[in-house]
Structure formats: C-alpha cells, structure tokens
C-alpha cells in the first residue's frame, strides 16, 4: 500500500463505478434536517489523496517493520517523572495489546526499582498476560558489570539469560568519546587521568570501540545471543565511525546496531544522506532509530528514516521523555498510514487514544489538546463554517476518520458557532429546530460565552499547572535539607 494508492480507510463513497444522474441528500429526518450527504463521486477525485506525491523513500515491508517502545525506559526520564514497577507493567501489558514488539524495560543494574519491573514483565509474559514474542530490551553500559546485573535478576527468576535482549551502548561523537568517556576509558587502558585532554581524539576512538567490543563478547560468553549496540549521540558522530562501530560490533558477536539522534538535531535531510550510509555498514543486520524531538521532527526524522534503510524505530507513548521527548508513537504511525499507507500489521490505531490518557494518569503529564490524533480537540469543531461542512461530510475539514483512533466527532459551542449545528443539537435532543428558536439559542451560546470569557482568569490554573510541573522532581532546596538532616542525624 505504500505505492499511493487511495487508503481504505478514506471515509466511504460511493462507488466509482456508478455515474447515474446526481442523487440529493438522504432522506429529511423527521426534524427536517439532512444526514451527511452521500459522495456521488470516490473521495480521492474530489480532493486529491494524501499520499499522491512524488518521494525516493524505499520502506521495508510492513510486516518488517518493528515498533520499539522507549516509554518505561527513556520516557520515564522525562524530568520529575516516576512510574512504579506496577504502573509499568501495566503500560507493558496495554502496550503488548496495542501491539508493539519491542520494549526497552530499562537499567536492571541501576536500581531494585529497575529490576523489579524486569521481574514483573517477564513473570507477565510467562502467565501470557504479555504476548510471548514481544522483545524485552535491558539497557547496559559497556560494562561487565552492568551485564552481570541484569543476569543475575534473570538467574533470581529462573529465566534462561537469552529470554531478553542486551542492550550494550557508548558513545560516538568525540564530543562524547573524549570528554565525557575520557576517563573511563583511560582508567581501563592504564593510563593516568594527568593525560585525558592532552590525548588526540583518535586515541579514545579506538578505546571507545575495544570497551564496547569487549563488553559484547563477554555478554556472549555469559549467555546472551541478542544483543543491541550503538553510539550516543550518532547524530553528531563522523558518521564513518558510526560505520565502524557496527561492523565491529557484528563482529564482537552483536545483533541489531543502534544509531540514536540523543540531542534531536537531525534534519530530515541529513537523515536521507547518514542512514543508508550507516546502514551499508552492516547491511544483513535490521538497524534501529532513535530520534529525540528537540527541534520538532523525531516523527518526521523516523519516517524518512525507515525509508531510507531502517527497519527498527523508538518511540515512546504522548512522546514523553528527556527535554522535548522522544519521536511520539502515534506521530509516527499516523504519517506512515495517512501518508505512505504503510499499516504495521496487527497494530491496534484505534487504542492509541486510550493509552495515551493511561499515561497521563500514570505520569501526571498532560497531553495539548491540539496533540495530533490523541489530543482532546483533534475530532472537535466549534466554528460555524467547519461544523457546517462537518455537518454535510466529515471529509470535508478531516483527512483522519475519527474511528480509526478509537474516537468521533464532537462539537463545542461558543462564540464562533453558526445556526447549523445548534440545529443540529436541537435535534439531537429530539427539539423541533424552528428558526425562530435556532436564532434565539444561537444569540445565547454566544453571549454566555462571551460574558464567561469576561469572567474568566486563568492565572490560578495556569499557576497551579506549573506549580505540578515545578514539584514533580524534588527542588535543591529540598536536596540540600536532605543533606541536612542526614548530617544532623550522624552527629
């Protein structure tokens, strides 16, 4: 489907094959109002499909696709942010449903909290509360001890250590080689930290590559047989050093490279000239992408992504996640569908909604109501000349049927309402809409509202909302009393 051909989702027409003389409207209700007109014409004549246009993107095939969710892990990064492991299994078990096939659980040699939640979701998938060929992905520095850590929950739970998949990441961009790995790396290599800046930057380059190498072979040695590898900060990385980090990391015994956006600089562009350079580089293994949205485009990033060599992209649910987020899930899905009529197979659109009002319960973030697809208002209209064409056919002000998120139209009426959708309340509550009565209702609405927006002051929910945002996260206030107290307490 992804050669422009009309989607099957468009809202139903009339098939093109009739040209019989022009129909009217449907049959008058018993109110005198019309039901949406019915298109005499196909929808893609009348207004021209959204995936007509000319691209050198080559997608995989859909069914190769893979959705990598980043939410309990990278998302839950977002500042001030916190889930409990049973508010994250239960994420893991609606993202099972919804469909995703991989799911970064995070750090198990970080904290009991991390391993606990590896414990609760491989203890799901065994009872098959998680689908069993959903991929777990455990997040670990180059380290042998970070991989030993995440063996050792999975030896606590009598798990074979090859039921999850490692994920082993450093860094790329010398940047990040030298300044903030320097001295790890010089203290694995016997060299004194006196050293660490007058060092050239091809001398951390190859630490960097050995550490990681190594770090994956001994994963191997311990019983690990998918393992995930990849660079911080690949988009500001030489991207030939991107290139030999995958093909030594293939060669050290790893499965899938990894090439992450960690600051969200990429350009669509860029994107179209690294990614299949990247990809050559180990061209049998799938790669993932990993886009931050720091200036707006980690949907548009993945997307371009997946057509120029990717098979495997991150997302994370409503695009939480550190500064601006993650590529938002539902971004990318949305623009693969409605643009390129790429449907990952099995995936449920329709409870994307559903989720995302989960996580904000889970979170306490809230998503914008203009959020595209999931926020309050996409399928809501209030001024008078889109609810009038809304009311003739909903194609004519949404390129989206509201159905295939799990939604419907809904109507908010206010000063910019016109006659037709009061009438349109009217008989929905069973009143008969006589004209006298619209103008009179309509003249109302508007001066409620009106004498509401001169009633109102926001100051104290716009106070209150950031005040919720600002003590999501402790302040230093309360870290310094912390320190405080403790020293207090060992006198």
């Not at 001295?183 to 190859?206: C, D, M, N, Q």
């Not at 960690?262 to 049998?284: L, N, Q, W």
């Not at 659109?349 to 319960?361: F, M, N, Q, S, T």
Request: charged share 25%.
């Amino acid at each position: 489907m992804a050669d422009g051909s009309p989607h099957p989702r468009f809202y139903p027409t009339k098939s093109s094959t009739s040209r019989g003389p022009l129909k009217k409207a449907r049959p008058p209700d018993e109110w005198g109002g019309e039901q949406p007109v019915e298109l005499q014409e196909p929808l893609e004549e009348l207004a021209r499909d959204p995936k007509r246009f000319a691209h050198d993107l080559v997608f995989p095939p859909e069914d190769r696709i893979r959705v990598y969710d980043d939410t309990l892990r990278d998302g839950e990064q977002m500042p001030g942010v916190a889930i409990t492991p049973k508010d994250k299994y239960e994420l893991a078990r609606m993202l099972s449903d919804i469909g995703v096939h991989v799911m970064d659980v995070g750090f198990p040699a970080v904290s009991e909290s991390e391993r606990e939640t590896l414990r609760l979701v491989l203890e799901g998938r065994k009872r098959g509360e998680i689908r069993a060929d959903l991929e777990v992905v455990c997040m670990m520095r180059s380290t042998p001890s970070d991989i030993d850590a995440t063996m050792r929950v999975i030896d606590s739970l009598g798990y074979k250590r090859d039921e999850v998949t490692y994920f082993i990441f450093t860094s790329a961009s010398d940047l990040h080689v030298k300044y903030k790995l320097g001295k790890t790396l010089l203290h694995r290599e016997g060299i004194p930290e006196s050293e660490w800046l007058e060092l050239p930057v091809w001398f951390y380059r190859a630490a960097n590559l050995r550490m990681m190498c190594d770090a994956i072979r001994y994963a191997r040695q311990q019983g690990a047989t998918s393992i995930e590898f990849g660079g911080e900060d690949g988009s500001r990385a030489d991207v030939e050093y991107i290139a030999e980090i995958h093909r030594e990391g293939i060669r050290a015994g790893g499965t899938r490279p990894s090439t992450p956006d960690t600051v969200g600089c990429y350009s669509p562009f860029a994107v179209r000239e690294y990614i299949p350079r990247i990809k050559a580089a180990a061209p049998d293994a799938p790669l993932v992408v990993h886009f931050h949205n720091d200036l707006g485009l980690g949907a548009w990033n993945t997307v371009m992504a997946l057509g120029s060599g990717a098979e495997v992209f991150t997302t994370s649910v409503n695009g939480i996640g550190e500064r601006t987020g993650n590529a938002p899930m539902h971004q990318v899905l949305m623009q693969l569908r409605y643009l390129f009529g790429i449907e990952i197979p099995k995936f449920k659109y329709e409870k994307l909604r559903e989720l995302a009002r989960h996580l904000e319960r889970v979170t306490g973030i809230p998503v914008q109501p203009t959020e595209p697809g999931i926020g309050l208002n996409v399928f809501t209209h209030e001024s008078g000349i889109h609810t009038a064409g809304m009311l003739i056919h909903p194609a004519i002000y949404q390129v989206l049927p509201p159905g295939d998120m799990g939604a419907k139209v809904d109507y908010v009426y206010g000063k910019h309402s016109g006659a037709v959708v009061i009438e349109h309340a009217l008989r929905e509550a069973g009143i008969r809409p006589e004209p006298e009565l619209v103008a009179k209702v309509l003249g109302e609405v508007k001066r409620v509202r009106e004498e509401r927006a001169e009633q109102a002051d926001y100051s104290d929910f716009h106070h209150r909302y950031y005040d919720h945002l600002g003590h999501m996260g402790l302040t230093a206030e309360e870290v310094v009393d912390i320190a405080q107290a403790l020293m207090a307490n060992k006198s």
